[in-house]
Nanobody
Protein backbone atom coordinates (compact mmCIF):
# COMPACT_ATOMS: atom_id res chain seq x y z
CA UNK A 1 0.00 0.00 0.00
CA UNK A 2 1.18 3.51 -0.78
CA UNK A 3 1.96 5.65 2.26
CA UNK A 4 1.16 9.35 2.00
CA UNK A 5 2.47 12.29 4.02
CA UNK A 6 1.23 15.87 3.77
CA UNK A 7 3.16 19.03 4.60
CA UNK A 8 2.88 22.76 4.07
CA UNK A 9 -0.06 23.67 6.26
CA UNK A 10 -0.03 26.61 8.62
CA UNK A 11 -1.61 29.89 9.66
CA UNK A 12 -2.21 32.52 6.99
CA UNK A 13 -4.23 35.70 6.72
CA UNK A 14 -7.24 35.92 4.44
CA UNK A 15 -6.14 36.59 0.89
CA UNK A 16 -2.85 34.79 1.39
CA UNK A 17 -1.46 31.64 -0.19
CA UNK A 18 -0.17 28.25 0.87
CA UNK A 19 1.22 25.29 -1.03
CA UNK A 20 0.54 21.82 0.31
CA UNK A 21 2.64 18.83 -0.65
CA UNK A 22 1.82 15.14 -0.48
CA UNK A 23 4.73 12.74 -0.75
CA UNK A 24 4.17 9.06 -1.50
CA UNK A 25 6.31 6.13 -0.38
CA UNK A 26 5.99 2.38 -0.10
CA UNK A 27 4.60 0.28 -2.91
CA UNK A 28 4.83 1.64 -6.40
CA UNK A 29 3.02 4.91 -6.92
CA UNK A 30 2.49 4.12 -10.55
CA UNK A 31 -1.12 4.25 -11.65
CA UNK A 32 -2.43 6.07 -8.60
CA UNK A 33 -5.01 8.78 -9.00
CA UNK A 34 -4.68 11.40 -6.28
CA UNK A 35 -6.88 13.88 -4.53
CA UNK A 36 -7.02 16.55 -1.87
CA UNK A 37 -9.78 16.66 0.71
CA UNK A 38 -10.52 18.72 3.79
CA UNK A 39 -12.42 18.39 7.02
CA UNK A 40 -13.49 21.31 9.14
CA UNK A 41 -14.46 20.88 12.82
CA UNK A 42 -17.87 19.31 13.16
CA UNK A 43 -18.17 18.66 9.44
CA UNK A 44 -17.68 15.67 7.18
CA UNK A 45 -14.62 15.27 5.00
CA UNK A 46 -15.22 16.95 1.65
CA UNK A 47 -13.68 16.69 -1.79
CA UNK A 48 -11.38 19.53 -2.88
CA UNK A 49 -9.54 18.43 -6.04
CA UNK A 50 -8.46 15.30 -7.88
CA UNK A 51 -6.13 14.35 -10.70
CA UNK A 52 -5.85 10.95 -12.41
CA UNK A 53 -2.56 9.17 -13.03
CA UNK A 54 -2.66 10.34 -16.65
CA UNK A 55 -3.03 13.95 -15.57
CA UNK A 56 -5.17 14.63 -18.62
CA UNK A 57 -8.01 16.23 -16.67
CA UNK A 58 -8.64 17.68 -13.23
CA UNK A 59 -11.74 17.96 -11.05
CA UNK A 60 -12.29 20.77 -8.55
CA UNK A 61 -14.95 21.47 -5.98
CA UNK A 62 -17.00 24.54 -6.88
CA UNK A 63 -16.07 26.24 -3.61
CA UNK A 64 -12.37 26.44 -4.54
CA UNK A 65 -12.49 26.61 -8.31
CA UNK A 66 -10.30 29.41 -9.64
CA UNK A 67 -8.39 29.72 -6.35
CA UNK A 68 -6.78 26.29 -5.85
CA UNK A 69 -4.74 24.20 -8.26
CA UNK A 70 -3.73 20.54 -7.98
CA UNK A 71 -0.66 19.25 -9.77
CA UNK A 72 1.62 16.24 -9.69
CA UNK A 73 5.34 16.03 -10.23
CA UNK A 74 6.18 13.51 -12.95
CA UNK A 75 9.72 13.08 -11.65
CA UNK A 76 8.77 12.51 -8.02
CA UNK A 77 5.87 10.73 -6.33
CA UNK A 78 4.48 14.04 -5.08
CA UNK A 79 1.19 15.87 -5.48
CA UNK A 80 0.69 19.54 -4.70
CA UNK A 81 -2.21 21.82 -3.86
CA UNK A 82 -1.54 25.50 -4.51
CA UNK A 83 -4.05 27.54 -2.54
CA UNK A 84 -4.48 31.23 -3.38
CA UNK A 85 -6.92 33.89 -2.19
CA UNK A 86 -7.55 31.92 0.96
CA UNK A 87 -10.70 32.61 2.95
CA UNK A 88 -11.53 31.90 6.61
CA UNK A 89 -13.98 29.24 5.43
CA UNK A 90 -11.03 27.32 3.94
CA UNK A 91 -9.87 26.57 7.48
CA UNK A 92 -9.71 22.78 7.89
CA UNK A 93 -7.44 19.79 8.13
CA UNK A 94 -6.35 18.97 4.60
CA UNK A 95 -5.74 15.37 3.58
CA UNK A 96 -4.33 13.80 0.48
CA UNK A 97 -5.66 10.46 -0.67
CA UNK A 98 -4.92 8.04 -3.46
CA UNK A 99 -6.30 5.00 -5.22
CA UNK A 100 -5.80 3.02 -8.39
CA UNK A 101 -9.38 3.83 -9.37
CA UNK A 102 -10.14 7.49 -10.08
CA UNK A 103 -13.83 7.10 -9.18
CA UNK A 104 -12.84 5.98 -5.68
CA UNK A 105 -10.75 9.14 -5.24
CA UNK A 106 -13.57 11.29 -6.56
CA UNK A 107 -15.99 9.59 -4.13
CA UNK A 108 -13.68 10.05 -1.11
CA UNK A 109 -13.10 6.27 -0.95
CA UNK A 110 -9.30 6.23 -1.23
CA UNK A 111 -7.39 3.20 -0.06
CA UNK A 112 -4.42 5.35 0.99
CA UNK A 113 -4.64 8.45 3.18
CA UNK A 114 -2.18 10.86 4.70
CA UNK A 115 -2.33 12.00 8.31
CA UNK A 116 -3.53 15.49 7.41
CA UNK A 117 -2.13 19.00 7.74
CA UNK A 118 -3.88 21.92 9.44
CA UNK A 119 -4.66 25.04 7.44
CA UNK A 120 -5.96 28.03 9.39
CA UNK A 121 -7.02 31.22 7.66
CA UNK A 122 -7.51 34.25 9.88
CA UNK A 123 -9.82 37.12 8.96
Amino acid sequence: QVRLSESGGGLVQAGGSLRLSCAASGRTFSGYSMGWFRQAPGKEREFVAAIPWSGNFIDYADSIKGRFAISRDGAKPTVYLQMNSLKPEDTAVYYCGGDLLYRRVRNIECTSWGQGTQVTVSS
